[in-house]
């Protein structure tokens, strides 16, 4: 048995009971099985099995929000999907670059990203799991949708300010300008329609803050099936699939997201943290004086996302967690939230250890994985260059 056979046996075997029960109570994903027939003008898509398509920066270890809002819902979609369903999930390299990276962090986080995505469970067999830097189309039909995508329609996405807010540690958007805004970061989300109109995906899960850049790759995807006719509309129209309500807010700003970038450590919890880093980074989350717990986001964010925190690890409604610390100080709910969020990353944090070592086999993941992309969407742009007159 090859060493990529004995570690898709291994895997699975070492997630904790935390992990393996949320996986099997969570239900983020029934919108997965709305079928989508899309209208194009006087084309219609034909309905097909989904594709699913999502994707992550590698930016650094992930984090809590990463893995609440994100990672941990790509495996439950893994584990409901229907054997016709493909699914695809991306380490997204190239939307690295649209902010500075150290060249050499850089080359770590990325193979860090892909053992990370093993180690939460899921199976190179069942998804195709691929470095996107890999896959040179992407890039190739970013270009040519970056030629049919009007400026005005840029310059209405706004999530390069929080991006660039996030990065130089801002209190909020107001603080960042054009002036700090490179031709990457104000094209990504042409980049990212690429990324999903490549696989002709039909859902993507991703947080709600990316439903601007879903419309944009509508948008696109109608443009190019309007303008470059054949005999059926080229390209599905993606639906966005809200895979999680858990916004992860940052432990010492709750009035921003949790983020790989933001320059304060202790703003975050990572996959890799000790249970000592994960109660100290927990003791000094940022909270206020009034006694007693309530959720309340607008007036008290700092608990009411430890609440969330809490209520997205147990799988329980905010509202009945927050009804049981309502006679307790800070100190009880930072305690148990402690608790909570070092009993659902340790079986990761394990594997992940263990994985992160295995260079050749994770060599061989990412190299069978970009083979299987390039495969799925070889035939895509060749439609696409033909449509083009590019042939
Ligand atoms: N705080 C969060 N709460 C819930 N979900 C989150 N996601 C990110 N932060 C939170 C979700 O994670 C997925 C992957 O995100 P990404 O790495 O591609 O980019 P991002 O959204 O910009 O995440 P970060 O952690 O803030 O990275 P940096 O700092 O590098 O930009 C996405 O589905 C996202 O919704």
């Known amino acids: 048995m090859s060493l990529f056979h004995q570690h898709l046996r291994r895997a699975p075997a070492v997630l904790s009971s935390a992990w393996r029960s949320l996986h099997s109570r969570q239900t983020v994903a029934r919108s997965i099985t709305t079928t989508s027939v899309a209208q194009n003008g006087s084309q219609e898509v034909r309905a097909r099995p989904r594709v699913v398509f999502s994707g992550i920066q590698p930016t650094g270890i992930p984090h809590l929000g990463n893995l609440l809002g994100a990672l941990l819902n790509w495996v439950k979609l893994q584990r409901d999907a229907s054997p016709e369903d493909q699914l695809i999930y991306s380490i997204v390299g190239w939307h690295a670059l649209t902010l500075p990276q150290d060249p050499k962090a850089l080359s770590v986080a990325r193979r860090d990203m892909l053992a990370v995505l093993l180690a939460v469970g899921l199976d190179p067999n069942r998804s195709v799991i691929f470095h996107q830097d890999e896959n040179p189309h992407h890039a190739e039909l970013a270009w040519i949708l970056n030629c049919i995508t009007p400026m005005g329609k840029l310059r209405r996405m706004t999530t390069w300010k929080s991006r660039l807010a996030a990065s130089r540690n801002a209190r909020d958007d107001s603080e960042v300008d054009e002036s700090l805004l490179n031709a990457g970061l104000f094209t990504y989300p042409v980049l990212q329609a690429a990324d999903i109109l490549a696989y002709r995906a039909t859902h993507v899960p991703v947080g709600e803050d990316q439903q601007q850049h879903i419309e944009l790759c509508r948008d696109l995807a109608e443009s190019f099936n309007r303008t470059f006719k054949g005999k059926r509309a080229l390209f599905p129209l993606p639906q966005h699939v809200i895979t999680s309500s858990c ?4 432990l010492r700003d709750p009035s921003s997201k949790m983020s790989k970038s933001s320059p304060d450590l202790n703003s975050r919890i990572l996959l890799t943290d000790t249970p000592a880093q994960v109660r100290s980074k927990i ?37 009945v967690v927050a009804a049981r610390y309502a006679d307790k100080g800070h100190g009880d709910l930072k305690g148990d939230v402690a608790e909570a969020v070092e009993e659902l990353i340790k079986g990761p944090r394990a594997e992940f250890e263990r994985l992160r070592q295995e260079t050749a086999y994770l060599e061989e ?12 969407t070889e035939p895509v742009m060749k439609e696409v260059r033909t449509r083009i007159g590019l042939v």
């Open 247 to 250: 916004r992860v807010l940052s």
């Open 283 to 319: 003791r000094s989350a940022v909270t206020d004086s009034t006694l007693g717990i309530t959720y309340d986001p607008e007036t008290r964010p700092g608990a009411a996302n430890l609440l969330s925190i809490l209520a997205a690890c147990t799988d329980e409604d905010v509202q």
């Open 365 to 376: 993941v990412a190299k069978k994985g970009a083979e299987k992309a390039r495969a799925l």
